[in-house]
Structure formats: structure tokens, C-alpha cells
């Protein structure tokens, strides 16, 4: 399998007073994703964005909404963030009694469904997940914030998940998420990254297209 970088800004760092044009500029500037990151001060000690807000980012772009639920509920609104225009929603396996069966409804919603596997957790703790899976998403902060330090000691489990999809008949994508930037983005795509968020590292940049410009160069590179 040969993965193919795709570069998801999370707009959770981008000026929410002027949300269309970040958006209008990050597309501009070749993002193949947006990622909205959802908090609901309960999971994680953070407030966000809710459906509401999807559904005006939906409104406003073309390219895959990717939805990341940090909230104690999913089974509850996952279904309306859907409705509000989510193409992919990934959950945390701790939010919910029964992953298989929450991931199982994003799909019947007509969604792909995620499983988020925060640093300190193993992926033995999500493999029963993967029948039920279109993606995986490796943090590499630990959720609720923007704009935290990238933690490297996660990058073996890269690699460990990279070899278990690549391993499953089922097409998974592996995504990485939290601290990325030009400077390790291409450790995080050679450990088998292949949608890479990145919120600080872009929206915190005066030129986008130039970031994200270097941000592939250096995978090429790599
Ligand atoms: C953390 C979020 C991340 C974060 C990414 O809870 O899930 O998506 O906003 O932002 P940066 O790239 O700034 O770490
Ligand atoms: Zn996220």
C-alpha cells in the first residue's frame, strides 16, 4: 500500500471571526481536509464548536469535513453531526458503551467512521474496532487543546497500526493528530501517517500555501 499524504488543517486554530475566509484560504492553499475538532467540556476540559457551526463549514467548502468528537456522548449527537454535513466522524472508545456498535451507526448515517487512540492508550484496546473502522487516528497530544507539543515517544505505535491495516482487508487510513508542523511532518508520513492534522502548524503561519507547500516538500523528501 502506498499512502498519500493528505493535509488537514484543524480550523480550531484559525480566526473564528473571519471562519469563511480561513477556510476559502486553507482550500485555496491545496488543504485536502478540514478537521473540526468538537469538545464538550466534559470529555476533555475544553468548549468548541457544535453542528450548528458544521453546517455553515459544510456550507463553505467542498473538500471532506472531518469531524473529531471529543465529547461524552457520541452516540447521542454523532447523528447530528452527520445530518449537519460530516463526511467522516471519528470517536474516543471511552465515550461510548459499545464502539463497534456507535461506529457501526456513523456508517449506516452515511459517514466513515473513526476510532481515536489517545498516547497512552494501546491498540489492543481498539483492534476489535477495526471491522468497524474506515480510519484510525492517532493522537499525538493528549486531546483538548490546540496548540500543544507533539509527543514522539507515539510514533512506534504509528508504525504498529500502519502494519495492522496494511494487514486488514479493509481499506483503513491511518490519521495523526496534535503538534504537527513542517518540522516532523515527515517523521509522522514515514512512520505511516497518511491524513495529517495540523492546526497551529498552518492557521499560526502567514502564508498557508507556502506552509503547506513545505509541509509536502518535506514528506517528498523524505
Ligand atoms: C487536540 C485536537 C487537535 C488539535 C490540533 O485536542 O484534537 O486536532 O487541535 O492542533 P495542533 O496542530 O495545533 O496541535
Ligand atoms: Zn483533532
Redesign the pocket.
Known sequence: MNPTLKVAP?I??ADFSRLKDEIEAVEAAGADWL?V?VMDGHF?PNITIGPVVVEWVRKVTKIPVDV?L?ITDPDKYAPEFIKAGADWVSIHPDTCANPNGTLEKIRKLGAKSSIAVNPDVPLSKVEKCFSDIDMVLMMT?F??????AFISDVLPKIEEVRKLVDQTRAAILVEV????KIDNIARVFRAGGEVI?????IFKTPNYADTIRQMRHAVAQS
Open positions: 484543524s480550531l486554530s478537521h475538532d476533555v473529531h471529543m497530544v486531546p483538548g487543546f490546540g496548540g500543544q493528530d496534535g503538534g504537527v492534522v495540523s492546526g497551529s502548524g
